[in-house]
């Protein structure tokens, strides 16, 4: 009869628990973003980009 050798038994590894959804933040829109253009006429800037 052969003797069957068997590793030793390691500890039990802890749960993993799900992380909790961070709470959604609101947007913040700054004043710059909302404010008109006051370029003048040869402005080349993408506003609708910025």
């Known amino acids: 009869m052969a003797v069957v050798e ?3 038994r ?3 590894r802890p749960a993993v628990l ?3 959804q961070a709470a959604a ?3 913040v ?3 710059a973003e909302t404010a008109e253009c ?3 006429d ?3 800037r993408d506003h ?3």
């Open 25 to 27: 933040r609101p947007q």
């Open 6 to 8: 068997h590793e030793p």
């Open 10 to 12: 390691s500890a039990p």
């Open 38 to 40: 006051t370029c003048p």
């Open 18 to 20: 799900p992380r909790p």
């Open 48 to 50: 609708e980009r910025d």
């Open 29 to 31: 829109v700054t004043r």
């Open 42 to 44: 040869a402005c080349e």
